[in-house]
């Protein structure tokens, strides 16, 4: 029986190649979009070559959408076994503390952080009950450890906390699946050339980087609880 999952943030860059790759390797994806237009631009190319691949439309900002997110989920794929959740935003990608806005740190824990709240609290127990996996998107500098030791680092205090705290609600979700066959982890691909650092040079593609997330994703391994880069466990 095929599985189905849901990724967010998938009309374009790493999410799109996410939905791309699951649906390679026979997964129903249910790709998620805030802009009605490019998600269904997305879809149609994938259909388009033969993926089985479905739109929904919803903001991670509003609750209302979610709550209808949700609820169609339930309705029409209870079997919901896997959620992705890519939706992210830089805020305004500071370059230090005292450069950062409260305007932009808001903005950023807004999608960052509370909109993915909102959709792993309505999503989670169904993916509980089905013994399914939740994959948090994460990035290098959420780790404390990496903003502590590292020789140089990206110290965009907006983005990197609001994902830092998606860090630790990882945690607190993965601490009441420790006795469920059901997981939540975080995964960072690691610098990627994508929108949302304005396409700055050097970094990995975004197939490359989607790649990493699906491969964690799929495994069938027990990844409950960690921090994952493409080597490995990282430190949180």
Known sequence: MKKTAFVT????????EIAKQLGEIGWKVILGARSTERGQTAVSELAAQGLDVEFVQ???TVLEEIEQVADMIKKNYPD???LINNAGMPGAFSRSFTETREEDLRNAFEV????????NQHLFP??????GTIVNVSTDMASLDHM????????????NSSKTANNAMTLSMAYELRNSNAQVFAVTPGFTTTDLNGNAEGGKSKEEAAAIIVGYATDDKRHNGEFLNERGVLAW
């Open 80 to 82: 919901l076994k896997l």
């Open 148 to 159: 502590q030791n590292a020789k140089f680092t990206l110290n965009s205090f907006d983005y």
């Open 112 to 119: 960052n952080f509370f909109g993915t709240f909102r959709l």
């Open 9 to 16: 943030g998938a009309n374009k860059g790493i999410g799109f």
């Open 126 to 131: 169904l993916i509980k009950d089905n013994e």
């Open 58 to 60: 919803v903001d991670v």
